[in-house]
């Protein structure tokens, strides 16, 4: 009987970790990537993944258990964001309600290097109150829910800041960050980007300080790249605590413990 793979997507792992599936393994297997769909890239970035694919919150764990077993899901590989916390608690919830062997593909963090001036926060109240005294040109790689911390660094008395901010798809209301324009830029795309474009960021926009998610991997290391090249201070968002769990790193890894599965 062909055996099901489910695989919590929405990174750029999780895209390749299906093609290596399906290119190994998929006369025997049926593989389906999972996307919460939330961005209007999602469309697109499906269309690039191979084997099947489905869009749309499950409906929390009971929900999510539900598709399991209609499905006859046998393995499950969680491979979202280290940040997407929420799809992870659900997805163990679930499969240890419904039996079905999980697995974590977890990107390694980011490894600090000599020179480095790297700070991590639990949150971005701390976050804002360690960034350094001096008149700010800030490139915010964080995401549009977790800016409202920064609006204090326009209270009176703070030094003059300004904000490059990134974003995958156009905020849906203006950013607590003061006028669009005058204080701040949105800049869209998504990972990956190359050192040059990170490296032109920076120095087309006089950055002095980067903020960024603890996410490791390679799509969005470039800019980690660039800031150390230019000398400035990144200050990263410490992960959520990860759920337990079989926890593998490395893609080979991954592959080989699926491949004594089927
Ligand atoms: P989250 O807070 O952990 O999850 C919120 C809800 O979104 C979940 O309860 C679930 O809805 C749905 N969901 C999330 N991932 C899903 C998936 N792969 N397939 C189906 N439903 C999913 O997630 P998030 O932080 O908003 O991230 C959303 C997606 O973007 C994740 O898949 C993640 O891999 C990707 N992503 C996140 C980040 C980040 O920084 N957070 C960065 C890059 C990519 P139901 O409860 O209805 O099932």
């Not at 055996?3 to 997507?9: N, P, V």
């Not at 919150?57 to 997407?84: E, M, N």
């Not at 001036?117 to 109240?125: G, R, S």
């Not at 156009?170 to 960050?177: E, S, Y």
């Amino acid at each position: 009987m062909t055996k099901t793979l489910l695989i919590l997507g929405g990174t750029a792992e999780a895209g390749e970790l299906a093609r290596r599936v399906t290119a190994t393994h998929g006369e025997t297997l049926r593989v389906i990537t999972s996307l919460a769909g939330r961005s209007e890239a999602a469309e697109s970035q499906s269309n690039c993944i191979p084997g099947e694919v489905r869009i749309g919150g499950f409906g929390g764990p009971q929900g999510l258990g539900t598709y399991l077993k209609q499905q006859k899901v046998d393995w499950l590989i969680d491979a979202t964001h280290p940040f997407a916390a929420t799809i992870s608690r659900n997805v163990r919830l679930a499969c240890e309600t419904q039996d079905v062997e999980r697995i974590i593909f977890d990107r390694p963090a980011w490894r600090k290097q000599p020179g480095d001036q790297w700070a991590e926060l639990p949150d971005m109240i701390a976050m804002v109150e360690s960034l350094p005294w001096v008149e700010r040109r800030v490139f915010l790689t964080v995401g549009a829910s977790n800016l409202e911390a920064f609006a204090r660094l326009r209270r009176p008395g703070q030094p003059k800041s300004w904000f490059l901010v990134r974003l995958i798809s156009p905020p849906k209301r203006p950013l607590p960050l003061g006028t669009k324009g005058k204080d701040y830029e949105v800049v869209l795309g998504r990972g990956p980007f190359s050192l040059d474009e990170e490296r032109a960021l920076i120095r087309h926009h006089r950055i002095n300080i980067l903020v960024a998610k603890m996410s490791g991997g390679e799509a969005t290391e470039a800019k980690i790249i660039a800031a150390r090249e230019a000398k400035i201070p990144v200050f990263f968002l410490s992960r959520p605590l990860p759920e337990s769990g079989l926890r593998l790193g490395r893609m080979e890894d991954v592959l080989a413990w699926l491949d004594v599965r089927t």
